[in-house]
């Protein structure tokens, strides 16, 4: 396709839509024709309500004040996940933000530890994360030089409008419509056009499939293909509903590992999201959705809204003039709150390849190994919960813990378990997270590096000492976060439940 791109129609809306929307029109606006078509009677899936710590650099990045985001989508701050009965029963452990401990340039802080701790120098690992320690203790504050790793819980519908309002601010058309066909060139086989039921056509030079699962540009039109991982992660089914909040929102979301399935608790300000993520061949519908019901705190707001997917990825994310963004690009479980990171890594990723005067396929195929290796990472770190665990009590823990897993995943855990080490690969997006969670999982080293043993015993006490205070001196500087919180929002308190 050897032509500027100008005008460029994105294909649904919900959060993928009205992300991409919201970045090309800030970023690219005043280059581009953008153009979003959507349905009112389409409903989004709207229940990835958590996120990591990169939207906060993805609103900088555009601009969006943290403040005025929180108030519209009732959102609140997010330090990490706590992982109840993952391990084994009656076990919890927390995956915070935060980096533990202190590097020093030949090993990571948990060589240190692992040492300090057979000489009975060095508490729980967690001890020595900030973010940990200031979730489990309910306390937020924003600190100088991104001194607190931090997310956000937020309410998916009132962030696409969020995001609509501020796309068409800088200029982005939205079209109501169901699109009924997608016409190709009969030459190249490229996206020409969009029709609608109406039988309006959209016709543009890109096209960007925020579609959902149903893919209508990507799959439906274009036959990228399917990989499913279904063979590694077994859940494929999932039933949510939304609860009256009964207490103040924590600071972290609630991953609580049940018989076949997890639940997850996510607190907003007005309200608390809660669904149950199950394998169908363990749990039927029905009391998948009694279990959910006979675990949930406060008011029902809602229906429970039954959900079906198949974990996995396209073949290809960006294909010809398409590219697929959120999940029509693939699916993971929303286990470590990344379905938005993904969305928001394509569009980001597409703004560095953006095809300004033409599509070049060595830029189309390098997009799509970068996206590929995004996806298997955080595939093989959700894979690694179900893996690493002690729980033998029923046919789904029993099956995750002799199921097979990827070659990548099963070096990872060889080498932190027989030498303590956890190596980044290619910029990866997961560094002290695995220790974290390979410890809270209950896969402990064998040893530690030898570099350590080179330390006297009272210098490593006091490194190890030192960290601690510095954690405990700064938690306590910290305030509440519900109240750190209503004071920050635009109003103050009233708006916080």
């Excluded at 729980?124 to 979730?135: I, M, S, T, V, W």
């Excluded at 997850?264 to 009391?287: K, M, T």
């Excluded at 195929?365 to 729980?391: C, G, P, S």
Aim: aromatic fraction near 10%; proline fraction near 3%; hydrophobic fraction near 40%.
């Amino acid at each position: 396709m050897n032509q500027a791109i100008k005008k460029i129609v994105i294909a649904g809306g919900g959060t993928a839509g009205w992300m991409t929307a919201a970045a090309l029109s800030k970023l690219m606006g005043g280059e581009l024709e953008i153009t979003l078509v959507e349905s009112e009677s389409i409903g989004t899936i709207g229940v990835g309500e958590a996120t990591i710590p990169t939207l906060v650099f993805f609103h900088r990045l555009l601009g969006i004040d943290e403040a005025e985001f929180l108030a519209a989508t009732q959102g609140t701050y997010k330090l990490g996940i706590r992982f109840e009965n993952w391990r084994d029963r009656g076990e919890d452990y927390m995956h915070a933000f935060g980096v533990t401990g202190r590097d020093c340039w030949a090993c990571g802080f948990q060589h240190f530890w692992l040492r300090a701790r057979q000489l009975g120098l060095a508490g729980d690992f967690g001890e020595y994360c900030l973010e940990r320690r200031a979730a489990e203790a309910h306390k937020f504050s924003h600190l100088p030089n991104n001194g607190l790793n931090y997310a956000f819980h937020l309410d998916a519908s009132r962030y696409a409008a969020f995001l609509r309002e501020f796309s068409e601010g800088f200029g982005v058309k939205r079209v109501e419509g169901k699109i009924s066909e997608v016409n190709l060139h009969p030459d190249t086989g490229y996206i020409r056009a969009l029709k609608l039921d109406s039988g309006r056509e959209l016709d543009g030079d890109f096209f960007i499939d925020c579609t959902g699962m149903r893919a209508l540009l990507i799959e439906k039109a274009l036959h990228t293909g399917f990989e499913s991982w279904s063979h590694w992660l077994p859940c494929d089914s999932a039933v949510a509903v939304q609860t009256k909040a009964v207490e103040p929102p924590v600071p972290f979301t609630r991953s609580i590992a049940r018989e076949s399935a997890w639940q997850w608790r996510i607190p907003l300000q007005h309200r608390v999201g809660n669904g149950l993520v199950y394998a169908s061949s363990y749990q039927n519908d029905e009391s998948a959705r009694e279990q959910l019901l006979a675990n949930i705190e406060g008011e029902q707001l809602t229906d429970p809204l039954l959900i079906k997917f198949q974990t996995g990825r396209r073949r290809k994310q960006w294909h010809r003039n398409c590219l697929a963004v959120g999940l029509s690009s693939g699916f993971l479980e929303p286990l470590e709150s990344t379905s938005i990171h993904l969305i928001q890594q394509n569009i980001v990723r597409f703004l560095r390849f953006f095809p300004q005067t033409e599509i070049r396929q060595v830029e189309v195929d390098e997009f799509n190994r970068q996206a590929d290796f995004d996806m298997e990472r955080i595939r093989d770190f959700i894979i690694l919960h179900y893996k690493v665990t002690e729980r033998a009590d029923t046919d789904f823990w029993r099956h995750c813990r002799q199921m097979s897993i990827p070659e990548s995943l099963a070096a990872k855990i060889d080498m932190f378990r027989e030498t303590g080490h956890v190596f980044r690969a290619d910029n990866e997006l997961f560094v002290d997270s695995w220790q974290q969670v390979m410890l809270g999982q209950g896969l402990m080293p064998e040893r530690y590096h030898s570099l350590v043993d080179t330390m006297p015993e009272r210098e490593l006490a006091e490194f190890i000492g030192q960290i601690k205070a510095n954690v405990d001196n700064t938690l306590a500087r910290l305030r509440e976060h519900n109240d750190y919180l209503a004071g920050f929002l635009p109003g103050g308190a009233q708006r916080v439940g």
